[in-house]
């Protein structure tokens, strides 16, 4: 989260004109969301799947996959 307010904090417009400065802001917000989906994993999961305390159902469960899925892009961007 640092990095993202470092990069979106006072002199946005210049840091954001720089590619590997967009880059790096795409890869930590990335990052910040795989994070976010992770931690509150057992609690979108759907009762029968064993998990202690799931509250989630099968809408949630899929949701959580495609982000988690989705933050793999991290990857992909560090690649470039």
Same mark, same amino acid.
């Given at each position: 989260a640092l990095i993202i307010f470092s990069v979106i904090g006072p002199g $946005?417009?210049? %840091?954001?004109? %720089?590619?590997h400065m967009r880059l790096l802001l795409g890869m930590s917000l990335w990052d910040f969301f795989y994070s976010l989906f992770k931690a509150q994993s057992w609690w979108t999961s759907p009762p029968e799947s064993g998990w202690e305390d #799931? $509250? *989630?159902?099968?809408? @949630?469960?899929r949701m959580q *996959? /495609? /982000?988690? @899925? /989705? #933050?793999?892009a991290t990857g992909s961007y560090n690649a470039m």
């Open positions: $946005r417009s210049s %840091k954001l004109q %720089k590619p #799931a $509250r *989630g159902n099968m809408s @949630t469960c *996959g /495609f /982000f988690i @899925t /989705f #933050a793999h």
